[in-house]
């Protein structure tokens, strides 16, 4: 035991330093930790020497890892994404797995080792993508959910080819024994799934009640792993059954708690898990034959890469997402290196194709962070090569539109944007990839376009030209940068605003031509500010103040002007104090005397702004006019200073009014 906690503590030492010396030279902290793997293990300095308890530990934190996705995709996600899942699923996998066999026996292996190889090569590595993309804030994108619709596809898939296997080996049952399992395995995974659905809301309703976090902590990872190990038993993917568990708790009112629990143990044990595949590197092997395993490395990539952006491309509909999603998968993964492990633990493959496989599988795993950043580049690259315009598809609409808005995405965000312009009558059109979307808008009588609004055509199909505003109120990062060029490039005079879920996405929005940026995270802090101000009894006034002076500090700085600047200055007066029609009573002391005898300022702090007498608007009224009942002032004060003018007009008098309150936010204007 003590041994095996020596060799984690090692690999933990070396990972941490490879990955801070990496992220210097702005490189993935992942590859810091393969490349650890590979420097410890026995292909370096032989270090650490019991990898199969590393793996162990590993594989602990590939199961967190999809139980924290899991908890971000719900079950009506899942079913949403039933083509994808299915449909393109299925197609790249099949077709990878196909292509890869027909080459294999093309070169010579008998076909049952082809088959085995094509069947492992198939597989892309769920825990690494994911973590790219969480890391990248993508896993809601697009392009995120299409690659985690492929990826959980893979996972299922993995029970019927482990199944499949003996039968290659001709070690097995029949072809209906294997079905028989497929069909158990997939009843086992509804029966979890309808099964929690009920008791996790009732234990979770208990724990909670007990206010014990240590309670609460341990229940959430007997969830996760507990789901895992009970699929794992009837031989599906332990890793497919964490993320089942994630799924289900996915609509609990918990789920913020269970996050910011689980974070910390899936990035320790996931880290671990990276330095185990470095370990499976033959670095020999690559000195003995580097032009064999370069060209098998760059038949991979671009493979898996073509192979999967034509096969989810019918279910996206967008080529520069179908493209970017390829070259996400494009690399071999964890549950490929068991494939193979138990092909040749069956005899179905040789010890020399067996190197040559984890030779190349660990090199598409250390390039796929230098891939997936290259997706977003080289899909725009292809959408510009690509001949003729996007599909597009809208609603009966004036073709001459002129200063309206564009709202590009229809979640949480452009809805209401929507609703309010609407209610504003302000013309607007809707941009987005959801077919269902744009038939609910153009149902409901408003005007919607079909396609991408990263791309040219698609912009231009919304008016663009004319537009005075464009809204970008998608969630994935990319796309709002290319939407906010892309806007930029074609209406330089076009207002863009748009939405980011983090403070550090602003500048480089700005710098694109965004107009203005509200980043989720700066915006959710102010509404935490105001609600524990007002818990704690501040006024309106106050609350409405501090709020401006966060945001004239934090946007001042990000523009790189003070809080003070002559931009800011309407804006800080109006969230300083309010300005308020009041009507002068009959009777009351204002009635027939001048400003200068009411002496409002001096009785409550308040300013005299403007007079309305029969609908002739007076600004800055002189101090000698004669006031009259019937007249309105238009005043700028705080809450309470209102209400002392209030009470001084409506003829409750001037005794009720202290004339040295100027109220309690006057020192500060």
Sequence with gaps: MHGVLTEIVLVMAVAVAAALVLRRLQVPPVVGFILAGVAIGPAGLGLVQDREKIELVAEIGVMLLLFMVGLKISLRDLWRMRATVLGGGALQYGVTATAVAGIAFGFGLPWPEAVAWGLAVGLSSTALVIWLLEDRGETSSPVGRTAIGVLL???????????????????????????????????VVVGVIVAARFIVPWMYARIV????????????????????????????????????????????????????????????????????IGMLLDLDLWLERPALLFALLAVVIVGKAVIAALSVLPAVRSLGTAVASGLALAQIGELAVVVAAEAARLGLTGTASSSLFLGVAVPTVVATPF???????????????????????QSDQDTSLAGHVIVVGYGVNGRNVARSLTALDVPHVVIDLNGAVVREVVGAGGRAVFGDATREAVLKAAGVAGARAVIVAVPDASATRQVVATARRLTPAVTILARTRYVREVEPLERLGADQVIPEEFETSIELTARVLRLYGASEATVRREEAVLRAEHYGALRGIGTHDEDLTLEMLRELADLERLEIAHGSRADGCSLRELAVREQTGATVVALDRADDVQPNPPADLELRSGDVLLVYGTGDQLAAVGRLLSGAGAEDADPHDNGPDSKSR
Excluded: H
């Design 209 to 276: 009640a007990t206010r014990s976090r240590e309670l609460f902590t341990l229940s959430v990872v007997l969830i996760g792993l507990g789901t895992a190990v009970l699929l794992g038993e009837f031989g599906i993917s332990m890793a497919l059954g964490a993320f089942i568990a994630g799924m289900v708790i996915s609509e609990s009112e918990y789920v913020a708690q269970i996050v910011a629990d689980m974070t910390p143990f899936r990035d320790v044990f996931n880290s671990l898990f990276f330095v185990s």
């Design 153 to 187: 596809f893979q996972d299922l898939a993995v029970i019927p080819v482990m199944l499949a296997l003996p039968l290659l080996a001709g070690r097995g049952g029949s072809a209906r024994d294997v079905a028989f399992v497929a069909a158990e395995s997939v009843a």
């Design 371 to 393: 891939v997936l950043r290259a997706a977003t580049p080289v899909s725009r690259w292809i959408e510009r090569l690509r001949p003729g315009k996007s599909p597009v598809v």
